[in-house]
């Protein structure tokens, strides 16, 4: 029996060609691979010795050779193809354990240049698998270290693979080729300026329980590479499992997070925020997006932008809350949360890259890519348009609220006050619909005066203004870009509320 190893991965590596050749398997190795091997006292066959003609082209073309794709094809229940084997001096490769050269590690390297990714593009090793894996009637194809235990243990005992582990195993090998060309064709497709084409990876993270609904199945997949800002790659240090509608909450939260470098906590309920506010500290921000909406946040999600602490964990106790998240918590702040075993606490690494974030939406029949709405606009005294300008505090509060609101549903409003909601207004078919729900939420808390409105869309009419002016607003911020925007300027300055256009819409449906 014959084996033909030539990895690039070589965890695990020495061990498993030695337990092979223990067993009486000639070994024949390439390179590097080779010298790994015959370092640790495993004797072996160089490629060059079986295909009689050296490596050429710097490595390049090794084992394209019919010596080599012959001995893994030929079909051995066909006397024909033996036939031609014995003909031509080929012997049959009953086992080949290949993995491809690191491409995704290599592009993923800063400042890698066209030309190193390009050498690293296997050939050879992708064509050996696929040999293997199409003959898996009769060859083993091992490209997974984590398979090396078991095929040794079923060579020893039946004195070769079984055929269904050999039909896993070549599934295993499909997949791993279709993996590397799916990231080189993505890499040089984005180099050639190529989109009709989308090719994405995702690997099972989590089989939910159920999705939106119990009758709905539902599964959580991660990407290929860990990103900030993900829940696919946080920690999660207690609770119980996540489902998909936490998965869909907490997502949102850590978007409203990315918005904002100073000391925040967001409070969150169906991917809305409904209780969000900075602070000189953590604490202070928890205690103001609390108080923000008692009511809203019981079954909700808490998300800061600081390592949580002993108090702000003492503040969330009484309360039942879904999932904490952060990006640290102090020994002492866990020692609370772990008294509410079923409360999800999740680490979730918020290193800000200002890398794009892609987003995609599944719709009947297709998919919708975008980058995700990562754009921040500082609100600055000469977007004012109307004769009443900004103080500083208004300013403060029109930069905070426009931040806010980005992430509040279409048709969405904020109502805002010394850096803390005190309304949302989200998901309504029309603005005004919502700008009275955020305005009554923020005057049955008791706000009633010098409140900041935020729109993310601009306001078509001047009902809006109207209605804002009646709760206590004196500022807005918004858009612009309605044909009536001199209706709203106007109404506003009738009004003494200072309005600034920000020249952007933030649309999140």
């Not at 939106?212 to 539902?218: K, L």
């Not at 999740?346 to 974030?357: L, N």
Request: aromatic residues 6%; negative net charge.
């Amino acid at each position: 029996m014959k084996a033909l190893i030539s990895v690039s991965d070589k965890t695990g590596l020495v061990p498993f060609v030695q337990a092979l050749q223990q067993m009486n398997w000639e070994i024949i190795a390439t390179g590097g691979t080779q010298k790994l091997l015959e370092d640790n006292g495993v004797r072996t066959i160089n490629i060059s010795d079986v295909t009689g003609f050296p490596e050429i082209l710097d490595g390049r073309v090794k084992t394209l050779h019919p010596k080599v794709h012959g001995g893994i094809l030929a079909r051995r229940e066909l006397p024909e193809h033996m036939a031609t084997l014995q003909a031509n001096g080929i012997e049959t490769i009953d086992l080949v354990c290949v993995n491809l050269y690191p491409f995704r590690q290599t592009i993923a390297k800063e400042g890698v240049t066209f030309e190193d990714a390009i050498e690293n593009i296997d050939i050879g090793g992708p064509s050996m698998v696929r040999s293997a894996a199409k003959n898996w009637r009769d060859v083993s194809i091992v490209c997974d270290p984590a398979d090396y235990e078991a095929v040794i243990g079923e060579i020893r005992e039946h004195g070769n693979t079984l055929p269904e582990t050999r039909l896993r195993l070549s599934a295993k090998a499909y997949t791993h080729t279709a993996e590397y060309d799916c990231c080189i064709a993505t890499y040089m497709r984005a180099q050639a300026g190529l989109t009709e084409k989308l090719f994405l990876e995702y690997e099972l993270k989590q089989s939910l329980r159920y999705g939106e609904n119990p009758h709905q199945s539902a599964n959580f997949y991660a990407a290929s590479q860990p990103v900030p800002f993900s829940l696919a790659f946080g920690e999660q240090l207690q609770g119980k499992e996540l489902s998909y509608n936490n998965i869909q909450d907490a997502n949102a939260a850590l978007n409203v997070l990315r918005d904002f470098d100073e000391p925040f906590c967001v409070a969150l309920k169906h991917m809305n925020p409904c209780g969000a506010a900075v602070g000189k500290t953590i604490e202070e921000a928890w205690q103001a997006a609390y108080e923000a909406d008692k009511v809203s946040i019981y079954g909700g999600i808490v998300a800061v932008n600081r390592p949580l602490t002993q108090a702000v964990a003492m503040g969330m106790k009484p309360i039942f809350l879904e999932i904490v998240i952060a990006p640290d918590f102090t020994p002492e702040a866990m020692e609370i949360l772990s008294t509410k075993k079923n409360l999800r606490v999740m680490k979730v690494d918020m290193t800000k890259t200002g890398a794009p974030v892609p987003q995609y939406i599944s719709v009947a029949g297709g998919l919708l890519a975008q980058q995700q709405d990562t754009q921040i606009e500082a609100v600055r005294a000469e977007m004012c348009v109307t004769d009443c300008q900004p103080t500083a505090a208004q300013l403060s509060d029109l930069d905070f609220g426009w931040r806010i609101v980005k992430h509040v549903k279409s048709n969405a409003i904020a109502i805002v006050r010394d850096g803390r909601t005190l309304g949302v207004g989200a998901g309504q078919t029309n603005r005004v619909g919502s700008a009275e729900i955020a305005l009554k939420q923020a005057h049955a808390a008791g706000a009633t005066a010098d409140l900041v409105l935020a729109s993310d869309g601009f306001l078509p009419f001047d009902d809006t203004v109207a209605l804002a002016a009646q709760y206590g607003v004196t500022a807005i911020v918004q858009p612009g870009g309605s044909i009536r925007d001199e209706d709203a300027i106007r109404k506003a300055n009738e009004l003494g509320i200072t309005m600034l256009f920000t020249g952007v819409r933030h649309f999140k449906h």
